[in-house]
């Protein structure tokens, strides 16, 4: 992956490092060879005394602990990588999603997006705190270890020399040769390991159709299926370390066997030069057999990072917005302008859309489902940009504006409004403009109809909400985002009228609610409710993108078939 | 410790590949030895000028190492790792036999999917205990028993100070290390719940963060606990790279001793300088094998909480089943409930409050009311997947207590709202309903709601997840009829399918239940006309109930939602 190395490489003061702990680790590998071979040279066959020794000895044991340290520098270094690696991929995926409309983040794409932004991300790990360092060490340290030999004994450095390329040679070609069928095993596996969770899902389905029992058979056969489908890719895999092994042992006897004869037949080295070059040569070809199993774990990361990239690839068109302010008691005009919205390869989702919304219109959305309400909505909003056309208002584009003093004027009020973990004080304080009092959070509880609710709860409004806390229902949660309106008293409201599954005091509360904040605002519905619809100043009655027409509700009964007929068939099912 | 020590009794049940795997393990662990300790020997031997023979015979035995070494390795691996799997096999199987009897009450504590993908991932988790926790100590311990055996023949010295490295190496660090492994892992583990959290804040609340700006706060708030927890990972990485560290360092260090002792012993004459490379050589080899060891505190870590959050899982839930009766099958059972109230587990407020209702046998009960009534949760009771908390429950008279779970089950269709698919085709998951079904009888089903369209032999992927809201609970229906019990319970099971196919399912579906008893939530007021009773609850208590035309005479709560209803818009 082209950019996790140019990641890598662009912290040059870590490469750096890693370059020469890994120049150093070379050294102390020379160095723990020679002092080793030399300390057993002398009192071997030099017979030198025990205290001629001594400073040998310890020259090596700082050797040997340097090189400990130098792994730990190296794989230090490796993890502080990581970490920067991975704080910037996750610093640009969330400066990615929040530039992205809305839109994009309500394709129901969320559940992936956190696991991208949280998983993936840490799959880069690997890639940065072993693979990089691994890949450097193995790039210097059989240099140097080459060098050492041919300095020392030229022969073994031509068998290091010549038979080194084998082992890179071979990893390749077994992993060509295993891509393809272990691709084909991967996909038997998968289906094979997820056997276990489907059943496990499953469980309440099972036994209600008493077909519990039987299934323990399966989890059985379907777990020895995915052992003998693994054992398949995984042989491949211990062969290709076995004939690795092979190759590195077979070329480790021939330096042995090289410089016997030279030693015993020939006489022409001495039996520190062999002995020497002997306790190199392992480990030359270990330094080159780590590099395939950091390659592995690398492998990993790279999924991770093609994951990564695809999203930040993405391209989205950001919202703009400008310097204008826009400050008045009064609700603005809004007009939307040949205003078209669509996306990706899915195409229109809006298509030239005209409608003018006075202040304090009462405006309602209407159409089948799919017709592009809730876009035109986001529209609206300012939570998405159109492809075309303009959304204007007060005469200007609204993307000359101030981003903030629009949101100021804005509520928005969903069908599945959000509750963060906090205090449902704080759930509903989020909605105002500055940090709001207890005492006005609570007027506007009572407002939304929460009053009662609340006081039941033993924490009151302290009552821990969201991922960690208690439940609300659809009705209560509702109500909350009301709340919220009532505390911040906006300009504009948009509204996604719910569907079903209210309870009566809900339903009351938000129709009373409404007509209150309808009084000093202007409301744009996305309307379900005939009521709604009856008392709006224009519908705008959209099918498949397209505005087919605007008006009350009597002159679009009068004057456009589909709208009829959609209100035909509500009477023919509702009876 | 418990936990683990029950996994390592279902480990002990592959005997055969363990000992095989063990077998091999130690041959290549002192192949290897030998491997280095003859070519340092044959070095030192070569020095000496011996006759070439000598060196023949030694350099056949180097080759001869190699290649066992090499090929032990393999054999290791293979057997090992086929323990490996069929360990987990026996995990998944044990596991399964535990948490059964359990299900589905135990599933409602565990409500969100990710819980159960963990229960998965733990249950995968711990195949790695044998792999990787109990296997290298076993092998660590008998190659460097078979080595000190070895080089005491030579120096006892040196064979002791081996001990020393073994003892050091496998279980001082390792152990001084686990005991903070558990420390570090929790960090990580925190660090990652609250950045989790925060993503899915993020994520999630977008739009509401977007439009009361608090979206800049959010994503700093993110930041910060993304900082905070790769602050924690590369807490552990480090925590890693020092224990590994430190296990090297003992190694070297231990080694060098041998080459020390050695050294002073062949100076003092003790010890025939012949063999003192040959000691080296076994000494630096040896340790190779120690160098697992230090992975090993955070896989033991790993392998415990696994353990023993899968132990949590099904040792809290005792359900004991004491009841012996039976439903008596075939025949529409009438239904009492009397007083009955409920609270969930480790809640406050009562999910239902003292619910009385007669359902005669053979009758059609709707229960209406908005979402959050306790409508699920009165079903739930029905089917015994909870006790009731005060008052009773009767089937044809006879206390639900009395009676088992499984002949509840029998004698019911259950529809719920979310219903169950598995990976296979539509086939075979019709074919759960009931032994036997012929391909005629499974379209037939197919054919009453609205099915006709799918072939038997198509393909279903795993949780229906290539299936349509509207298809799956149509299947779910039409598995509900092949299984033709007298009892019928149903959750919401239209709410996906639009109102005219809904109307044509009743249809048939009430035509097929004509002697059954019959109890249906649902969330539409429409088609409920011809419903011998209907139940309106809110907050877990009955407000109103009777006919359709009693409770449209009343104008109460039922008019009134009529009323809203009516004015919904069904097509928007």
């Known amino acids: 992956m082209k950019q996790l190395k140019e990641l890598a490489f662009a912290q040059r003061a870590v490469m750096s490092l890693l370059l020469l702990s890994s120049i150093l680790t070379g050294a102390m590998i020379i160095g723990q060879a020679y002092f080793f071979v030399t300390i057993v040279d002398r009192v071997f066959l030099k017979d030198e005394s025990f205290q001629e020794i001594v400073p040998l000895l310890l020259a090596l044991l700082g050797v040997l602990v340097v090189r400990a340290a130098l792994t730990y520098i190296n794989g230090r270094t490796g993890v502080k990588m990581a970490s920067k690696a991975k704080r910037e991929f996750r610093q640009s995926l969330l400066a990615k999603y929040a530039r992205n409309p809305v839109h994009a983040s309500l394709q129901g794409q969320s559940g992936q997006k956190v696991s991208v932004i949280m998983d993936a991300v840490d799959e880069i790990d690997s890639y940065f705190s072993r693979y990089i360092p691994q890949v450097i060490q193995t790039s210097i340290v059989p240099l140097i270890i080459l060098a050492a030999a041919f300095s020392q004994h030229a022969n073994t450095g031509w068998i290091m020399l010549i038979t080194a390329p084998f082992i890179p040679l071979f990893m390749i070609i077994i992993g060509i040769k295993t891509q393809k069928k272990s691709e084909e095993q991967l996909e038997k596996m998968a289906e094979f390991s997820g056997k276990f969770l489907d059943t496990l899902q499953g469980l309440t389905t099972l036994k209600l159709f008493g077909r519990a029992a039987k299934q323990k058979e399966l989890i059985q056969k379907s777990s020895l299926d995915f052992r003998e489908a693994t054992m398949q890719v995984l042989k491949i895999a211990f062969l290709s370390s076995l004939s690795l092994e092979f190759i590195s042992t077979l070329s480790i006897g ?21 002995f020497f070059v002997l306790v190199l040569a392992p480990e030359f070809y270990l330094s080159l057999k780590e590099l395939g199993s950091a390659f592995h774990t690398g492998r990993g990361s790279m999924g991770a990072a093609k994951k990564i990239t695809e999203e930040l690839e993405r391209t ?9 302010p826009l400050k008045s008691e009064t609700p603005p005009a809004i007009e939307l302008q040949g205003a078209e919205f669509s996306y990706g390869e899915e195409g229109f989702s809006l298509k030239n859309i005209n409608a003018a919304i006075p202040p304090y219109g009462q405006i309602a959305i209407v159409g089948r489902s799919g017709s592009g309400k809730t876009t035109l909505l986001h529209l609206i909003a300012g939570l998405t940009a159109p492809t075309a056309g303009n959304v204007l208002v007060n ?57 009662g609710l609340i006081e039941s709860l033993e924490n009151g409004y302290d009552t821990a909400v969201g991922e960690a806390g208690r439940g609300l229902s659809g009705g209560e949660k509702q109500r909350v985002a009301v709340a919220r309106a009532f505390l911040k008293r906006p300009s504009i409201i948009l509204f996604d009228e719910p569907t079903t599954g209210l309870d009566l005091h809900t339903e009351r509360m938000l129709q009373i609610s409404m007509k209150e904040l309808a009084q000093t605002s202007t409301v744009i519905t996305v309307a379900h409710r005939l009521h709604t619809i009856k008392n709006a100043d224009v519908i705008l009655f959209l099918d498949q993108g397209e505005l087919i027409a605007a008006g009350t509700h009597e002159e679009l009964l009068q004057s456009t078939a589909g709208y009829r007929k959609m209100f035909s068939a509500q009477r023919g099912v509702a009876t | 410790m418990k936990d683990i020590v029950s996994v390592m009794k279902l480990m002990m049940k592959e005997k055969k590949d363990i000992l095989i795997s063990i077998f091999f393990g130690f041959l290549a662990g002192i192949a290897a030895v030998g491997l280095f300790a003859s070519s340092g020997y044959l070095i030192a031997k070569s020095a000496l000028a011996p006759p070439l023979y000598a060196l023949t015979i030694l350099t056949a035995s180097l080759k001869l190492f ?34 059964e009897p359990l299900a589905p009450q135990v599933f409602q504590k565990y ?45 006892i010295y040196v064979a ?52 009361y700006q608090k979206l800049e706060g959010k994503e ?24 590994e560290t430190v296990n090297k360092v003992v190694s070297f260090v231990v080694s060098w001793f041998v080459l020390a002792a050695g050294a002073f012993l062949v100076t003092e004459g003790q010890l025939d300088g012949i063999f003192l490379a040959m000691l080296v050589m076994i000494s630096l080899t040896v340790f190779e094998n120690a160098a697992p060891m230090a992975a090993l505190p955070g896989h033991f870590e790993d392998s415990r909480s696994a353990a023993t959050r899968l132990a949590n899982v099904v040792r809290n839930e005792e359900w004991e089943e004491r009841a012996q009766g039976c439903l008596n099958s075939q025949h529409a059972p009438a239904i009492d409930m009397n007083g009955v109230t409920f609270t969930f587990p480790g809640e406050r407020r009562e999910a239902l409050k003292n619910i009385a209702i007669h359902l005669p046998a053979g009758s059609k009960t709707a229960i209406v009311g908005p979402s959050g009534s306790g409508k699920s949760t009165l079903l739930q009771l029905l089917l015994k997947i909870y006790p009731v908390n005060e008052g009773g429950i009767r089937f044809d008279g006879m206390s639900l207590e009395q009676l088992t779970q499984e002949s509840i089950w029998k004698e019911s269709n259950v529809v719920l709202q979310e219903n169950h698919f598995f990976f296979g085709t539509i086939r075979d998951n019709l074919l759960l309903a009931k032994d036997g079904l012929t391909d005629e009888e499974m379209k037939a089903a197919l054919a009453k709601v609205q099915l006709e369209g799918f072939s038997l032999s198509d393909p279903v992927f795993e949780k229906g997840e290539n299936l349509s809201g509207g298809e799956k609970q149509r299947l779910a229906i039409s598995r509900a009829i092949l299984k ?74 039922f008019y009134e939602m009529k009323q809203i209803e009516k004015n919904v818009l069904l097509h928007a």
């Open chain 1, 316 to 324: 989205e068109m950001a919202v703009q917005w400008g310097q204008v």
């Open chain 2, 111 to 155: 409500r969100s999917g990710d819980l159960l993908s963990r229960i998965v991932g733990d249950v995968e988790s711990l195949q790695n205990f044998f792999l990787r926790v109990f296997y290298p100590p076993v092998i660590l311990v008998i190659v460097f028993l078979s080595t000190i055996f070895f080089t005491a023949f030579y120096s």
């Open chain 2, 484 to 557: 033709g019990a007298p009892l019928w319970l149903m959750d919401e099971p239209t709410s996906s399918v639009d109102a005219l196919t809904e109307r044509f399912i009743y249809d048939h579906l009430f035509e097929e239940a004509k002697d059954a008893t019959v109890v249906l939530i649902s969330h539409r007021l429409t088609g409920l006309e011809k419903m011998d009773q209907i139940i309106v609850l809110e907050q877990g208590a009955i407000i109103e109930s009777g006919t359709y035309d009693e409770l449209m005479a009343k104008k109460g709560y």
């Open chain 2, 66 to 99: 190699g290649f066992v070494k090499a090929v032990s390795r393999y054999a290791e691996r293979y057997f090992s790792h086929r323990a490996t799997f069929t360990i987990l096999s026996n995990l998944r199987v044990s596991f399964y036999e535990k948490l």
């Open chain 1, 254 to 274: 021939m330096i042995a066997l090289e410089a016997g004869l030279r030693l015993v037949v020939f006489e022409n080295i001495s039996f520190f030069t062999a």
């Open chain 2, 220 to 243: 700093q708030q993110l930041m910060d606990a993304s900082t905070h927890y790769i602050k924690e990972q590369e807490q552990e990485g480090i925590y890693a790279m020092f224990s």
């Open chain 1, 395 to 451: 005469g200007q584009p609204r993307a000359e504006y101030n981003e903030k003093d629009w949101f100021d004027q804005l509520s928005y009020i969903s069908q599945h409004p959000y509750l963060f973990s906090g205090t449902i004080a704080e759930n509903i304080a989020i909605g105002g403009r500055t940090d709001a009092s207890r005492a006005e959070v609570e007027r506007a509880a009572e407002k939304a109809g929460l009053a």
């Open chain 2, 160 to 211: 002791l100070i081996l001990l020393a490295g073994l003892i050091l190496t496998s279980f001082v660090v390792p152990s001084w290390f686990a005991a903070r492994q558990r420390k570090v892992d929790r960090h990580v583990r925190e660090g990652r719940g609250e950045l989790s959290t925060e993503v899915t804040e993020f994520l999630y609340g977008f739009r509401d963060l977007k439009i």
